[in-house]
DNA sequence: TGTACATCAGTGAACGCGCGTTCACTGATGTAC
DNA sequence: TGTACATCAGTGAACGCGCGTTCACTGATGTAC
């Protein structure tokens, strides 16, 4: 047992590993396809196809680790955006965190379709190993947003919430109870509204459903959109006039 | 020239294709696959998949067929739906509008992510012949919003709009004097946030982006949004306060 | 009312293609003594 | 330091499959006189 806890033949195998992520992911990106080809990862390898089954049982283990990668890119880059952001008492590290998100989603949009597209045909990820990555993002967000309340930056709109949402959202907190953090109902509520806005205008800017003469000015209908719908979670006015908008 | 209009092989070619449509419709929804597959469809017809070619020139063309279609069911659903709520100083048929556009994407999830999802690989839609049914939806709810302004449902925010949006919506109001629709830009930004949550939440739920929990209750979500979402436009509170949500 | 012809619906075989996956194999890389 | 063996990477051929599309064809349905 003195050989190191990683071999060479290890170390080369996990890069090819890597390779065979990494081009599939550009064959995805130059296709301009959400699905996964494996005789043209091969190919553009300079592989036998047979020769990926020394590295993945199957085609799906595959789309699986991609999944699993896409997710854990966007959080990254989410959660560096946050943790460069001025955590003060402004929304500016809410819109460093929003921003980053749609830019990933433009640069990659065929792994942004992945996860958050049209599920792909005939395939299910396995809940088990996607959900903590795909949680990423959201834990994120949702840090800073708890942040925001502490920092008494919000202001909890009273609109009471009917009866079976209030149980539902109840619920979604008590699931929750494992994340480890300990939100009630309505800052639930806010939230699942905050990132349906979210969701809804980056899909829409992504797959092509804005008007095409907001497509020149999309960067600033998100930041417009965005700060809308942080007024309407009850970001007071000082927090978000005092916010600045990334330029990206 | 004493033959009828339409002979009666012409009704029954015309037959024939409907039912070639409605089997691939079928077909997506029972495989959960917004894809279109020409030797399946056969089959279920109990016909040879050349045979289909005497009635469609490609694949494509049936596919492009589809999405028209697809766009005409849930434009007339809306339309229907608006044309039967009350024309009140209410925001009943706005919601009524919304509630139906949400139904029918639950009831065929296939044909919604066709229209609205991931766009299909290897295919476009060719723009001059779907336009025109893509706009329905819209026009149809844009025109309530009219209505709901014109009868002085509605506040306009006064946060003015950052010059750039200004200028891309004034584009937005110009490309749509042939819709015969003559809105001022401001009202293009409030129709396109309020289209941009519409879709959010739709897609959420559709394509299962909700936290779980929140599944059992996702018609009060909905509708919960929605509101929060008018009001957000400016639409008076006494105009929701009055709304009817209507139960489906 | 009957016959000759044209039109159309649908068949069946085939083409060419590409896919994911398997299997027995050849060499190269590493390990043990 | 050298030899014998085990492990692993990658090959090449093949399997079975299904796809969209073509083409020459057979019958049935309609039309003209």
């Given at each position: ?78 959660e ?6 001025p ?21 990659h ?23 903590a ?9 949702l ?40 939100l ?22 992504v797959?092509g ?35 600045v908008?990334?330029?990206?």
């Open positions: 047992m003195s050989s190191p806890a990683v071999t060479r033949r290890q170390r080369q195998h996990f890069a090819t590993i890597e390779e065979i992520k990494a081009v599939a992911r550009d064959l995805m990106a130059r296709e301009g396809t959400a699905s996964l080809n494996l005789r043209a990862v091969a190919r553009q390898m300079g592989m036998t196809p047979s020769a990926l089954y020394r590295y993945f049982p199957s085609r799906e283990a595959i789309l699986t680790e991609l999944i699993k990668e896409a997710y854990d890119a966007v959080g990254e880059a989410v560096q955006a946050l943790d460069a952001a955590r003060d008492r402004s929304a500016s590290a809410m819109l460093a965190g929003v921003h980053t998100f749609r830019r990933w989603a433009l640069d949009p065929q792994e942004y379709a992945l996860i958050y597209g049209t599920p792909v045909p005939g395939y299910e990820a396995p809940a088990d190993e996607t959900f990555p795909a949680m990423r993002t959201n834990v994120a967000l840090g800073e947003l708890v942040r925001a309340i502490s920092e008494g930056m919000i202001t909890l709109p009273d609109t009471p919430l009917p009866d079976s949402l209030r149980t539902a959202f109840q619920e979604v907190a008590d699931d929750d109870g494992k994340a480890a953090m300990d009630p109902p309505g800052v639930w509520a806010l939230a699942c509204q905050f990132w349906v806005v979210l969701f809804g205008v980056i899909n829409a800017e797959f459903h804005l008007p095409h003469p907001l497509q020149g000015a999309s960067a600033e209908f998100f930041d417009f959109t965005m700060r809308r719908a942080m007024a309407v979670m009850g970001v007071h006015e000082e927090a978000l006039a005092a916010a908008s990334p330029t990206s």
